[in-house]
Every structure is written in structure tokens, then in C-alpha cells.
């Protein structure tokens, strides 16, 4: 299976996070294919440590072709699912066509069941690539509706900047003790995504409950309130969080499942052109679902 890597000269590397000088060229690839620049993550605490990368690097060090995993564990129905989370996939153009991300999606897949992951789980805007591969798509739906008629007042918000140390601080550490936005589809652990989706997407609002201990992230425009995602210790209810924002909207999307909002939407078709793919024996559920943005990987 080290077919594609040897036969261009190029070397197979898995699990490089620990060398900088390949992060660096990581960070490079990505920068020169998607137009990110992930070394942001370096101001939020580093790369996933769960990462497992597997790469292909020219003589120069160039990073020509890599292909990431990460540990994501997922509540679904109630139960906590060990699932893998798969991203960073690109090849440099000049690399293209000659079987290098092939054998990377072998080699990673491969690795995630080994480790026994139930669930592999993938974002994409080419999802015939992985059909082969046993991951099928999982329509999204956000859930909209109606503001709750009563509007609850408790506590105190304030505002938070992913530009302030104090404020980063104080988001990691909720997401490190966060309780999952939904018990049908949600993130269980995993905080780096929620750090760098805010950073990326200046629209984002972060605000803090302290009665909840819980970081509201949300958006609005002229005709909805959007909210992303909640990281808190609790999970306050809809009409507790619009009360603390002040914000009295004609229309409300959630971008999970309200389950624990006590408020019920309509689901609705996400429109994206970036499919949720997963795979795996654990079953994704038979109800409308949608993972956070703030979960977007
Ligand atoms: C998509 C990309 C990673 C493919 O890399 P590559 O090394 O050229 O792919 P390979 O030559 O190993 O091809 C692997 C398989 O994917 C298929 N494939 C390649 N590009 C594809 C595309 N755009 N859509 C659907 N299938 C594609 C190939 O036909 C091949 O199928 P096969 O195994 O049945 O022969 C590369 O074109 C790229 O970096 N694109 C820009 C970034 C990107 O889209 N990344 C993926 C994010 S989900």
C-alpha cells in the first residue's frame, strides 16, 4: 500500500505532528489549497492532539498530499459514539491524479478501524470520492420557527472576543467541561473546531451565560436569529438565551437539534453544498439532524 508515495519519490509520513518543520509544511498546503491559515490554532492551545495525519512530503520537505483523522466523539440517541472525524484532505496540483490521496484515504480509513471507531465522519463537497468507501450522505436539516412567547431573564451575558486571552481561556475551559447541545446528533468532546470556526467567520456572536456557564455562539440578519452552538456546563433553554442577548427575533433557526432547548422548530432543508458523510456500525439517527457549524471541520 506504500504504492503512490515510492513511486513518485515521495515519503510516506503518518502521525508528523511532533515536527514542526512538517506542520509548518502542512500549514503550507493547506494555506496554498483552501486559502486558511491553520497555524491560528497555535493562539488556541495547538492542533487536536487526537490528529492523526498522514502525509506525503517531497525531498524538499514540501508536503505535496495529506489526509488527517481525529478523534470526535459524538452523542447520538443518547449514547456516547467513539467517532472519527476526517479533514485536510488536498494534493498539491502538479500531484494530482496519480493515486496519492487513494492511498491516504486507505491508509486513514484503515487506521480508524483498527482503533475501533464506530463512526467516520466527513464533510465534503465531492462526495462520489468517498462513496467507495462505505460513506454515504446524511441530509441536513436546521430547525425553524417561532421565538418562545416568554422571554426569561436570568443572570448576566457578556460578550466574548477570540482576540482576548482571557476570553480564549475561558472558552476552552467550557468546552472542556461542555455538556452536548443536543442528545440526538452532537458533539461529545472535541474543542479546537469550535475555536477555529469562530476565528474564521467574523459574523459569529460568542457570548457568555454565566448562570449557565455556557457560551452561546450565534448569528442574525434582518428576518432570524441563528444559533450555532452552546458549550456549557448546562444547556439554557431558548428563552432564556434570547432574553440574555436582548434580541427579539421574528424568526428563530437552530443549526442543531432543539432537544434540549425546550422549544420545538420545523425542520427545514440546510441548503450547503458541502455534504455530512459517515460511516460506520453506529447508527446516525432516523430523525432530521444537522451538526453545528461551529463543529464544521
Ligand atoms: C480531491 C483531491 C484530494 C484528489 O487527490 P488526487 O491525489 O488527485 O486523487 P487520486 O488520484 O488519489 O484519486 C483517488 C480517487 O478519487 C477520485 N477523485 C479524484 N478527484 C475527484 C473529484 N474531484 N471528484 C470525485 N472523485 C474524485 C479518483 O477518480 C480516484 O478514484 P479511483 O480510486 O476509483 O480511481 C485533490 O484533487 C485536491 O486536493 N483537490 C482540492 C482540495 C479538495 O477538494 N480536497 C478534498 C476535500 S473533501
Not at 478523534?71 to 500531484?95: H, L, Y
Not at 494530482?96 to 482503533?115: H, I, P, T
Not at 427545514?268 to 464544521?296: H, K, Q
Request: with cysteine; aromatic share 12%; proline share 7%.
Amino acid at each position: 500500500m506504500t504504492a503512490a508515495a515510492n513511486r513518485y519519490g515521495l515519503t510516506f509520513r503518518q502521525d508528523y505532528f511532533s515536527d514542526p518543520a512538517a506542520w509548518a509544511a502542512l500549514v503550507a498546503l493547506l494555506e496554498d489549497t483552501f486559502g486558511i491559515d491553520v497555524s491560528i490554532q497555535d493562539r488556541f492551545g495547538g492542533p487536536d492532539p487526537s490528529s492523526m495525519p498522514f502525509g506525503c512530503f517531497d525531498e524538499g520537505g514540501v508536503c505535496t498530499a495529506n489526509f488527517s483523522a481525529f478523534s470526535m466523539p459524538m452523542t447520538i440517541d443518547g449514547r456516547v459514539v467513539k467517532a472519527a472525524g476526517f479533514q485536510s484532505g488536498a494534493v498539491r496540483p502538479q500531484w494530482r491524479g496519480k493515486g496519492l490521496y487513494r492511498d491516504l484515504m486507505n491508509r486513514a480509513f484503515g487506521w480508524s478501524d483498527e482503533q475501533g471507531f464506530e463512526l467516520g465522519i466527513l464533510l465534503t463537497d465531492k462526495p462520489a470520492m468517498y462513496e467507495p468507501y462505505g460513506f454515504t450522505v446524511v441530509p441536513q436539516r436546521k430547525f425553524v420557527g417561532a421565538p418562545p412567547l416568554e422571554r426569561r431573564l436570568a443572570g448576566t451575558a457578556h460578550g466574548l472576543s477570540l482576540d482576548t486571552a482571557a476570553d480564549i481561556a475561558l472558552i476552552r475551559r467550557v468546552l472542556r467541561e461542555r455538556t452536548p447541545v443536543s442528545s440526538v446528533f452532537a458533539v461529545a468532546a472535541q474543542a479546537e473546531m469550535f475555536l477555529l470556526n469562530g476565528f474564521f467567520d467574523p459574523d459569529v456572536g460568542l457570548t457568555y451565560l454565566d448562570q449557565f456557564q455556557a457560551v452561546v455562539a450565534w448569528k442574525e440578519d434582518e428576518t432570524s436569529f441563528q444559533l450555532l452552538d452552546i458549550a456549557g456546563k448546562t444547556i439554557p433553554p431558548l428563552s432564556a438565551i434570547l432574553g440574555a442577548l436582548d434580541r427579539r427575533p421574528g424568526r428563530v433557526e437552530v443549526c442543531f437539534p432543539p432537544d434540549r432547548l425546550d422549544w420545538q422548530g420545523t425542520p427545514e432543508t440546510f441548503e450547503t453544498d458541502i455534504s455530512l458523510m459517515v460511516r460506520g456500525s453506529a447508527a446516525v439517527p432516523a430523525g432530521p439532524v444537522m451538526l453545528s457549524p461551529m463543529a464544521e471541520f
